[in-house]
C-alpha cells in the first residue's frame, strides 16, 4: 500500500491528460496547418450560380451555409438548354424566374470568418506577425469576394465585420443592422481589396515573372476580383439610371448614382491593367489550332498561365465532380448512362464572328432563300469561325478525345418538287434495310445525333468541350473528373479592360485589349476597328460562354429584360438548333450526298426566357424581414 | 393482435375527431375592385401588374399580392377585417403615389382604385382591312412627369394578348407621333398562324419611358369571316 503511493504520487498533474479527440481553441489559433485547413473550408464555401458540381439543398435550393453552385442552372438561360434526362426537362419550360431564384443570404459564412479573424488576432498568440497578417488578409478577401456574391444578387445587404454575439438579456435589437447602400458594399469591397492586395503572400518570387498560386488568394486574385467588381458597380451605376429608372429604393440599397459610373469604371480600368502588366499571366494560345489553344486555355491544367484563381479538384485526393459524366457527347461517351444533359444553343454558336469579320450568322440557306447551300461535309458550314467556337463547343464533324463526333439528324429525299425530311427514331440508324426499303444503306441518325426526343442526346445539335476532360474514362462514374472551376482568368480581364476602357472614352485601349483576345481566336491583327457595346457583350459572351458571366452581364448593363423577353418571336429568348441532313437526290451529282443544314426551335425547348423586372434583385425573404424590420423589400418586392 | 386493433382505433379517432379543432376556416370575404383613371377601367397586361393588400395590427406581417387582370379589374379572398390597399413601387404604368386605401371587408367589399396614369388610350377603333388590321386612338398625356417612347399594336389568338402573349405586332416611336390631338393610326398584318382562325383579338399598348409595363386598350375581338 505505501510502496503503491510512493510509486504513483511522485508525478503531478498525472491525471491531467491531453484529450486525444479534443481540440482547443487555442490549439486552433496557433497552429497554420489548422487554420489553412479551415481555409479550406471557406474557399470551398464559396458559391456561384454555375459551377461544376451538384450541390443543392432538397429543401431550398440551397445548403444552409450558403455552398452553391449547381452545373445544371447552364441550361437555364440563353447560352444552352437541357437535352439530358428528362426529369430535367422543367429547365427547358420556365415560363419566367422564380422571385427568390438567385437568394443568398449566407450570413453564416460571413460570420465564420468574422470569427476566425477575431480569433487568430485574440488568441493566436504563437503565431508570427507576418503568418498573422497573412491569413487574416486571405479572410478578408474572402470576406470580400462573398458580399459580391451577396450584393450582385440581393443589392445592397447589411456590411457586418465582427461576430454579433446575444447576451441573452431577452433583448436581441442591437444585433439588428439595417441594409447597407448598394455603393457602399462595392466601395467596402474596393477598400478592403486595396488594403490587403500587398499582404495576401501566395505567391512565389524565386523565379522571374513571379509564379502566384492559383488556388489560394494572393495580389493577383485580389485585382482581378476588383476588376471585375468595379466594373459591376460602373455599369450598374451607368445603366440602371438609363434604362431602369424605376429599379432604385428611397434609402439608395438598390441603385448606384450615375455620377458615380466614370469612378468606377476608371477603379476597374487601373486593376485591370495593373493585372495584365504584371507579366505574371499571359494568354495561352496555339496560333497552329486557335480552337484547341483556347480549350486549353480554360481546362488545361499543367502549366497554365492564363488562369488566376480556379476551385481545383483532384483525383488523387478524391475531390471529383461528375461534369464530364453527365455532360460528354454521346456518341463519345464512356458509361452506359447519362452524357449530353447541357447541350450548347445555336444562339451561342452565331454569337462569334467569321474570321474574315463578317457576322457569324451561318449561312444554310441562298440569301434569298430559295434552296440550301450544300456542303460536302457536316463540318464545313464552320469553316472559318471564331476558334472560340470550336474551344467551347463540339460540332457536327468535330474530334475530341481521339474520335469524330458523327451528328447527322436525318435524310432529305427528293420526291421530283420537294424534300421529304426522314428521321430515325434510334442513334446510329441506317438508312436502309427493312424499315427503309428505298435507301441506300449509309447512315441516317448520327451516333451522337442530333435527335428530337430521345434523351441524353444533343437537341440542339451541339456539344459542349469547355469543362469537359480529355482524359481516358474521366467521363465515367467510377473515375470521374478533376478539370477545375474558373472563377477568373486572364481572357476576362482583357475583356474588363477592354468594356472599361470603352466606357471612359479609351477607345484605343479598349481595342488593343478585345483584338489581342481575337487574335488567340484565329483573327488577324487588329481584326475590330470600331467598337460597340452590343459588340462588346457578344464577345463577351463567346469568350466567357458557361463561366457564370452572362446572366450577370446582362443584369449589371440592364439588357436581361429586354434580351429575354419571353415573346417566342423573339429570337434572343428562345434557345434555337441547328440539325444536319443528307441529301438524297440521285441525278443531281451537284446535290446527291451533300449535306444542308436546318435552323429549328430546339424540339425540347417550350418556354421562351423571360426575365422581367423584379428579376434584376432577388426578392428579401420574410422571415429575414421579420427577424429584422430594419431591412428593406427590394423594388418591386 | 388485440393490442394492434386498439392502436388502431385510437388513431382512427384521432383522425377523425382531430380535425375540426385548431383548424380555421378559409378566408371568406372578397374584395373586388379595379384600377380606374377617370372611372373608367384601364387595360393591363395579365399576370404583370401588382397591387399589394396589407393588414396592419400584428407584430408580423407581409403583404397580399394582388395580381390585376387584363381588364383592370382585381380580387383577392381575405378575412373580415380592416385592410389598407396600396400601390407597388414602379409596377404599373402610372405615377406612384405612397397613399393608401382604407378597405374594410365584411362579406365582400367593392372598390375602386384610382390612378395617375402617364398616358391613356381613348377611342380605340379596329377595322379589319385584308389581311391588315388598322387601329386608330387617341393619346391622352395625362401624368407629364415621363415621356412617350412608343405605341404599339398586338395581334393574339385569345384575349390575353399583350406585350408577352402575341402572335404579331407593329409599332410607331414617339418620334413620329408628334402632336397628341391627332389620332394614331397603326397597322398589323395578321401572321399566317392564325389567318385561318374565326376570329382573333388585337388591342394597342402605350410605353413610356423608364417604365417597364405598358398601358392597353382593352382587348377586341375581330372576325376573320
Not at chain 1, 510 to 533: C, M, V, W
Amino acid at each position: 500500500m505505501f510502496l503503491c503511493l510512493f510509486l504513483f504520487s511522485c508525478k503531478k498533474d498525472w491525471l491531467q491528460r491531453e484529450s486525444k479527440s479534443l481540440i482547443l481553441e487555442e490549439q486552433v489559433w496557433n497552429d497554420p496547418k489548422q487554420i489553412t485547413s479551415l481555409l479550406a473550408n471557406f474557399y470551398d464555401r464559396l458559391p456561384s450560380d454555375i459551377g461544376l458540381t451538384d450541390l443543392t439543398d432538397p429543401s431550398d435550393g440551397r445548403y444552409s451555409d450558403g455552398r452553391y453552385t449547381q452545373w445544371r442552372n447552364m441550361a437555364d438561360y440563353d447560352e444552352g438548354m437541357w437535352s439530358g434526362q428528362s426529369n430535367q426537362d422543367g429547365r427547358n419550360n420556365l415560363t419566367s424566374y422564380a422571385t427568390d431564384r438567385w437568394l443568398l443570404w449566407n450570413y453564416s459564412l460571413v460570420r465564420d470568418i468574422n470569427l476566425t479573424i477575431e480569433n487568430i488576432e485574440k488568441l493566436g498568440t504563437a503565431l508570427d506577425a507576418p503568418t498573422k497578417l497573412q491569413f487574416t488578409s486571405e479572410l478578408r478577401f474572402l470576406r470580400a469576394f462573398n458580399y459580391f456574391q451577396l450584393v450582385k444578387r440581393m443589392g445592397g445587404v447589411p456590411i457586418i465585420t465582427n461576430q454579433l454575439i446575444y447576451d441573452y438579456s431577452g433583448e436581441a435589437s442591437s444585433l439588428r443592422h439595417p441594409r447597407n447602400k448598394e455603393a457602399e458594399v462595392y466601395n467596402f469591397i474596393d477598400s478592403e481589396l486595396e488594403a490587403i492586395k500587398n499582404t495576401l503572400g501566395n505567391v512565389s518570387t524565386n523565379s522571374n515573372p513571379p509564379a502566384a498560386s492559383n488556388s489560394r488568394a494572393n495580389k493577383y486574385t485580389a485585382l482581378a476580383l476588383k476588376s471585375r467588381a468595379m466594373l459591376y458597380a460602373a455599369s450598374i451605376a451607368k445603366y440602371n439610371a438609363l434604362l431602369t429608372p424605376s429599379l432604385t429604393t428611397a434609402g439608395g440599397e438598390v441603385g448606384i448614382p450615375a455620377a458615380m459610373a466614370n469612378g468606377y469604371y476608371q477603379k476597374s480600368l487601373d486593376a485591370s491593367l495593373e493585372l495584365i502588366n504584371s507579366g505574371v499571366f499571359s494568354l495561352s494560345a496555339n496560333p497552329a489550332n486557335p480552337a484547341l489553344g483556347f480549350y486549353e486555355a480554360v481546362t488545361k491544367k499543367s502549366g497554365n498561365k492564363e488562369v488566376i484563381f480556379v476551385k481545383d479538384f483532384l483525383t488523387a485526393k478524391d475531390k471529383r465532380h461528375n461534369f464530364s459524366y453527365d455532360n460528354i457527347a454521346r456518341g463519345i461517351r464512356e458509361d452506359n448512362l447519362s452524357s449530353s444533359s447541357i447541350s450548347p444553343s445555336l444562339n451561342l454558336v452565331e454569337a462569334s464572328d467569321f474570321l474574315d469579320g463578317s457576322p457569324g450568322v451561318l449561312k444554310n440557306k441562298l440569301p434569298n432563300n430559295s434552296d440550301y447551300i450544300y456542303y460536302d461535309n457536316p463540318g464545313d458550314i464552320f469553316q472559318n469561325k471564331d476558334g472560340r467556337t470550336g474551344g467551347t463547343i463540339l460540332y457536327p464533324g468535330s474530334s475530341f478525345k481521339g474520335s469524330t463526333i458523327e451528328m447527322l439528324a436525318g435524310v432529305m429525299v427528293w420526291n421530283g418538287s420537294t424534300y421529304q425530311v426522314v428521321e430515325g427514331t434510334q442513334l446510329g440508324a441506317v438508312w436502309g434495310g427493312a424499315a427503309y426499303p428505298t435507301g441506300d444503306g449509309k447512315l441516317l441518325t448520327g451516333s451522337s445525333g442530333p435527335h428530337r426526343t430521345i434523351q441524353e442526346v444533343s437537341n440542339t445539335g451541339f456539344y459542349l468541350r469547355k469543362y469537359i476532360d480529355e482524359a481516358s474514362l474521366s467521363s465515367t462514374r467510377g473515375v470521374r473528373s478533376d478539370i477545375w472551376w474558373v472563377w477568373f482568368r486572364l481572357g476576362e480581364i482583357y475583356m474588363n479592360a477592354t468594356e472599361a476602357a470603352f466606357e471612359l472614352g479609351q477607345t484605343s485601349v479598349a481595342l488593343t485589349h478585345i483584338n489581342k483576345l481575337r487574335e488567340r481566336a484565329g483573327f488577324p491583327a487588329n481584326s475590330l476597328t470600331t467598337l460597340t457595346l452590343d459588340k462588346i457583350i457578344s464577345e463577351r459572351w463567346v469568350e466567357l460562354a458557361f463561366e457564370d458571366h452572362r446572366l450577370w452581364d446582362l443584369i449589371r448593363l440592364r439588357k436581361a429584360h429586354t434580351t429575354w423577353t419571353g415573346v417566342s418571336s423573339n429570337p434572343a429568348s428562345v434557345v434555337s438548333a441547328l440539325y444536319p441532313y443528307r441529301i438524297i437526290r440521285p441525278g443531281d451529282a451537284a446535290r446527291n450526298g451533300k449535306y444542308v443544314f436546318e435552323k429549328i426551335t430546339a424540339p425540347r425547348f417550350r418556354a421562351p426566357r423571360f426575365f422581367q423586372m423584379q428579376n434584376y434583385y432577388t426578392f428579401i425573404p420574410q422571415n429575414i424581414i421579420d427577424n429584422n424590420p430594419l431591412i428593406v423589400r427590394n423594388p418591386l418586392q | 393482435m388485440k393490442y394492434i386493433i386498439n392502436c388502431l382505433a385510437c388513431l382512427l379517432l384521432v383522425f377523425i375527431t382531430g380535425c375540426s379543432k385548431d383548424n380555421k376556416d378559409a378566408p371568406n370575404a372578397t374584395i373586388n375592385g379595379k384600377v380606374v383613371f377617370e372611372n373608367q377601367p384601364l387595360g393591363l397586361r395579365s399576370n404583370g401588374v401588382q397591387l399589394e393588400l396589407w393588414q396592419p395590427g400584428y407584430q408580423l406581417f407581409s403583404k397580399i399580392p394582388v395580381h390585376i387582370d387584363q381588364d383592370g379589374t382585381f380580387s383577392a379572398q381575405v378575412y373580415d377585417g380592416s385592410y389598407r390597399l396600396t400601390m407597388l413601387r414602379g409596377s404599373g404604368p402610372w405615377a406612384d403615389k405612397t397613399d393608401s386605401i382604407v378597405v374594410d371587408v365584411k362579406g365582400t367589399a367593392s372598390i375602386d382604385f384610382p390612378v395617375d396614369p402617364f398616358f391613356v388610350i381613348k377611342n380605340a377603333n379596329f377595322v379589319k382591312a385584308g389581311n391588315n388590321i388598322n387601329a386608330t386612338f387617341n393619346l391622352q398625356r395625362v401624368n407629364t412627369t415621363k415621356n412617350l417612347e412608343l405605341v404599339r399594336i398586338y395581334v393574339g389568338q385569345t384575349i390575353i394578348t399583350d406585350q408577352t402573349n402575341n402572335a404579331g405586332t407593329a409599332q410607331k416611336a414617339a418620334a413620329v407621333i408628334t402632336d397628341l390631338s391627332q389620332p394614331v393610326t397603326l397597322t398589323v398584318p395578321v401572321p399566317s398562324s392564325l389567318s385561318a382562325k374565326d376570329f382573333v383579338f388585337v388591342r394597342v399598348g402605350v410605353k413610356t419611358v423608364g417604365v417597364a409595363e405598358l398601358l392597353y386598350s382593352l382587348p377586341v375581338k375581330i372576325a376573320m369571316k
